[in-house]
């Protein structure tokens, strides 16, 4: 399953644990926190003001 930029984050962390390594590493500190949780990956991007298509492109390899 490919991950995308509508999913929840919370839902990617339950389906693919080793992806948090990945948030973290852009600079999502956080990804356990309940509003986290409830994010999607779009929306945390904007947020953290990261580049949408270079993080899908992590979490997806």
Excluded at 14 to 28: N, V
Excluded at 31 to 51: F, K, R, T, W
């Amino acid at each position: 399953m490919k991950i995308t930029k509508d999913m929840l984050i919370g839902q990617i962390i339950r389906e693919y644990p080793e992806t948090a390594g990945i948030l973290q590493s852009f600079g999502m500190g956080c990804v356990y926190c309940p509003s986290a949780a409830g994010e999607s990956i779009e929306q945390a991007a904007m947020v953290h003001g990261l580049n949408l298509d270079a993080l899908l492109e992590a979490l997806n390899k």
